[in-house]
Every structure is written in structure tokens, then in C-alpha cells.
């Protein structure tokens, strides 16, 4: 099994699906295979990828951080998934927007818009001022459809939760992550960078793009336009890290699942957030995390039915088959040196194909 894996994971370099990669599969709370291969960056050198490279995990962001931090909070009775986001922040929303509960913004079904570039007026302002700007042009934003009607994702609705996190624990939501979410799981440092600007050792992370706005390929430096201009992470992305440091999070919240520990969240909010809410009718989605699709999952055939798992744009992904306990986590950097690669979209079922015909 192991030789086959290694051998498909080489093939996706050889193939063009990307530059490098990491892959991590556990099983029953054991980390059982974790290799590389390929190239971390091409330009000006290349240099091969390992085990220990820190990747732009992208919208992983959005499950591995915020959509963390809101199970605490919740389970902690701090507010409630189904509370008016209006209440929680104590903030006068135009009308449209006053029916909107985080539960919504958590299963990408609020109304919001999926994107904007808001970064292109964002860098005319003061970096202090910017997320309070933010806040009000999201809020200002008209909906493109009612609230609960339909399933658009949506990075606005994650900018929304990082700033329920902010005004409900008083805290900014990397320092909750890493000192309370984290803070009894072996990390390295440098989970998200704070400044927008590069990390020191940027040797020691998977390049990205060549950003077309910034002029210059990305590495250790956010690849998100939108949370670079906010200063290098939001609620929707600017998280970095290694495979080992996602598996850390992940089986955190397995744990949890399994019952295993309730120190940090209950069983029940971890299966309230795992469990596919049908707030419309077909969507995949859970609480933050999505659920296999039907038909064309980017975790393949084999995985179960009762699974989450995430996608990250610049080419990460993590799967976690809750029946049989098997986690997947396959960082890659398959939009260096741009985006329009996306050949990782046929690859990464079929390596998942693999990885789950042995647990069968």
C-alpha cells in the first residue's frame, strides 16, 4: 500500500498536478504514512520539497481556525449558532442581514456574496483602519439572495465569524487559536503571519503563485489578495503549516468526536459541526466543513459517507472518514507558479481511491 502511494504521490509531479507535495494518512490515531515529493519552489532555484515545509494552507483557514474557534465558543455557551449575528455584535445591520445566525454563515448560506476584491481599495487606507473598513463594506453589501435559500460559498461569511470571535472572547483570532485552541498540541511556530510580510525563513515554505498585483512570486508570504491587504490573515485564510501541525488540529477534534477527551469540546458540538445540516435542500454542507458529494467528490469513491473535509485553493486539502477513523491531509503547491494549473482536480480523487480501497 505504502509503496503504491508513494509511487502515485511522485506521479503527480511527473504528471504536472503540481510542483511538490505532502501527504499524511492516519488511521485509529496513528500517523501511518507521511512522505514528499516533488519540488517546494522552481524559482530562482528549485528546491526539493520534505516532510517539514510550511504550506498556505489557504481556506483550510477556515475549518482548521475559525470554524475551530466557534465550536469552543459555542460549546462554551458564550452564543449560540441560531442568535442574529445583529445581537452578537450589538450592531445595526440593514434589514436584509438582521435574520443572518452564525449557523448560516457556517454552512456558506447566508446570502452574502462568495468574494470580492477588496483588497484593491483596502491598500489606500491605514493598515489599522482596514478590518473595521472591511466590516462595513460587507455590511453594506446587498445579498444576492435571501438568507437561507441558497448554498453560495463564501469567504464574506468567514470575515463575518472572525468578527463574532473578536467581539465575543475580546481576543483576535489567532491569538485564541494558539492560546487556547492549540495550546495543548506540539506546535511550530509561524502559524499565521501577522505583518502580511514574508516570514525570515521563507526557505522553509512551499512558493506559491507569481501574484500578478503584488508582482513577485509569493513564499512564507499569504497568497489570499484579500487577507495580505488585511494584514496577512482573516477569517477566511493566511493560515500556514505542516502536514504534522494540520494532523495536530484534526485529531484534536477527532478526540473530541470519539469521545476520547472533553476537556476542550464536547462530543455532541464536534457531531453538531461533522453532520451535514440540510438547511438547503442538496447542500454538502455541515458547520464550516463540507461532506462528500454524490457524485465527483474531491475525496473519492471509497470514503464514507459520514465524512468532512476541506479545500484550500492553493492546493491543500484534508479528508476525515469518521466510520472507518482515517484522515488524509495532502498539501500541495500546485498553483506555483500560477493558478491556472488545476490538474489536481482529476489527481486528488484518485489518490484518495487508493488510500481508502485498503480500509474498505
Not at 50 to 60: G, P, Q, R, V
Request: aromatic share 12%; charged share 20%.
Amino acid at each position: 500500500m505504502f509503496n503504491d502511494i508513494k509511487a502515485m504521490l511522485l506521479e503527480g509531479v511527473q504528471k504536472g498536478c503540481y510542483p511538490g507535495a505532502v501527504l499524511l494518512v492516519a488511521h485509529g490515531g496513528n500517523v501511518v504514512f507521511l512522505d514528499a515529493a516533488g519540488f517546494r519552489t522552481f524559482f530562482p532555484h528549485t528546491f526539493p520539497m520534505d516532510t517539514d515545509i510550511f504550506f498556505d494552507l489557504a481556506s483550510l483557514t477556515k475549518v482548521l481556525a475559525t470554524t475551530m474557534c466557534v465550536m469552543m465558543l459555542t460549546d462554551r455557551g458564550v452564543f449560540s449558532l441560531d442568535q442574529s449575528i445583529a445581537d452578537i455584535l450589538s450592531q445595526e445591520l440593514p434589514k436584509d442581514k438582521q435574520g443572518i445566525t452564525p449557523r448560516m454563515l457556517l454552512n456558506h448560506c447566508s446570502g452574502l456574496p462568495s468574494w470580492r476584491p477588496f483588497y484593491l481599495d483596502l491598500v489606500m487606507y491605514p493598515s489599522v483602519e482596514r478590518k473595521v473598513l472591511l466590516r462595513k463594506w460587507i455590511i453594506e453589501l446587498p445579498l444576492i439572495c435571501v438568507p437561507a435559500s441558497k448554498t453560495v460559498y463564501s469567504d464574506l461569511g468567514f470575515m463575518m465569524l472572525e468578527w463574532i470571535i473578536e467581539v465575543v472572547s475580546n481576543k483576535s483570532m489567532d491569538e485564541l487559536v494558539l492560546k487556547e485552541c492549540v495550546k495543548d498540541i506540539s506546535f511550530s511556530g509561524g502559524f499565521f503571519n501577522d505583518n502580511g510580510l514574508p516570514f525570515p525563513a521563507r526557505d522553509m515554505f512551499a512558493a506559491t503563485e507569481k501574484c500578478r498585483w503584488r508582482k513577485r512570486i509569493l513564499q512564507g508570504e499569504v497568497h489570499d489578495e484579500n487577507a495580505y491587504a488585511l494584514g496577512g490573515f482573516a477569517g477566511h485564510a493566511g493560515m500556514f503549516g505542516r502536514a504534522r501541525d494540520v494532523y495536530g488540529i484534526i485529531n484534536l477534534m477527532r478526540e473530541c468526536f470519539y469521545g476520547r477527551r472533553e476537556d476542550f469540546i464536547s462530543r455532541d458540538t464536534v457531531l453538531e459541526f461533522f453532520t451535514r445540516q440540510n438547511i438547503v435542500k442538496g447542500s454538502s454542507w455541515a458547520l464550516g466543513w463540507d461532506t462528500p458529494s454524490a457524485k465527483g467528490s474531491s475525496a473519492g469513491r471509497f470514503i464514507s459517507r459520514n465524512s468532512v473535509g476541506h479545500l484550500g485553493f492553493t492546493g491543500t486539502s484534508v479528508w476525515m472518514d469518521l466510520d472507518r477513523d482515517v484522515q488524509v491531509i495532502l498539501l500541495t503547491n500546485r498553483i506555483h507558479p500560477n493558478r491556472s494549473n488545476e490538474k489536481i482536480r482529476l489527481f486528488r480523487p484518485m489518490i484518495h481511491d487508493m488510500i481508502m480501497s485498503h480500509y474498505l
